[in-house]
């Protein structure tokens, strides 16, 4: 069934229930849309009580023809909702929020309040970070939750497959595997 505007709402009668506008606490009941638009099932104590909402349409930076952003929280996971023109019948989620810094991308500590990094991580730890500290602590690092990772920093870059092989790129030197091999 398509999603109603809320002008064709109007055209049937004026609103019978109360407008909630602003954002509400909510936690993911389901994230498996059957239509995979990046919607979710939540759960509003304040708004719903301890009923599943109807499902709440992503908002997100960016979308357009087989482009954007598309993220998709987990299941329990903590989220801001919003109605659509304040109609509870009409559900959006625009973000997360963490209850605590422990719940925070291990990675997010790895910048300055200064200049923090840029984080996209997983729950099983799978990694994207850019970071503009200076030097070797700063650049991109990409990153699997088996180890393996490429760093790119102004130090050089390196590749390791978390299992003891390397390759490291630093000025016109490239070391494989910790100086089995190295080449000027």
Same mark, same amino acid.
């Given at each position: 069934?398509p999603l109603?505007? %809320?002008?064709?709402?109007? =055209?049937?009668?004026a609103?019978?229930h109360?407008c =909630?506008y @602003?954002k509400?606490?909510?936690v993911?009941?389901? #994230?498996?849309?059957?239509? %995979?638009?990046?919607?979710?099932?939540v759960?509003v104590?304040?708004v719903l009580?301890?009923?599943?909402?109807? $499902?709440?349409?992503?908002?997100?930076p960016?979308?357009?023809h087989?482009? @954007?952003?598309f993220?998709?929280p987990q299941?329990g +996971?903590?989220? $801001? !909702?919003?109605?659509?023109?304040g109609?509870? &019948?009409?559900?959006?989620?625009v973000g997360?929020?963490?209850?605590?810094?422990? &719940? /925070?991308?291990? /990675?997010?500590h790895?910048?300055? +309040?200064?200049a923090p990094s840029l984080?996209?991580?997983?729950?099983s730890? #799978?990694?994207i +970070?850019?970071?503009?500290?200076?030097?070797?602590? *700063?650049?991109? /690092?990409?990153?699997?939750?088996g180890?393996a990772?490429?760093a790119?920093n102004d130090a *050089?870059?390196?590749?390791? #497959?978390? %299992?003891?092989?390397?390759?490291?790129l630093?000025?016109?030197m490239?070391? !494989? #595997? &910790?100086?089995?091999?190295?080449v000027?």
């Open positions: 069934m109603q505007t %809320r002008s064709e709402k109007l =055209h049937r009668g609103k019978s109360p =909630h @602003g509400y606490r909510a993911v009941l389901d #994230n498996v849309d059957p239509l %995979r638009l990046g919607r979710v099932q759960q104590p304040d009580g301890a009923g599943a909402s109807r $499902w709440a349409m992503p908002c997100v960016l979308a357009g087989q482009s @954007g952003v993220l998709l299941a +996971a903590p989220v $801001w !909702v919003e109605f659509e023109q109609d509870a &019948e009409l559900p959006i989620w997360g929020y963490w209850v605590d810094a422990s &719940e /925070l991308p291990p /990675l997010a790895a910048g300055l +309040a200064i984080v996209l991580q997983t729950p730890q #799978n990694a +970070a850019i970071s503009d500290l200076p030097g070797p602590d *700063g650049g991109i /690092l990409l990153k699997t939750q180890g990772m490429i790119i *050089g870059i390196t590749i390791s #497959n978390g %299992r003891g092989a390397s390759i490291v630093t000025g016109p490239v070391t !494989v #595997n &910790e100086g089995a091999l190295t000027i």
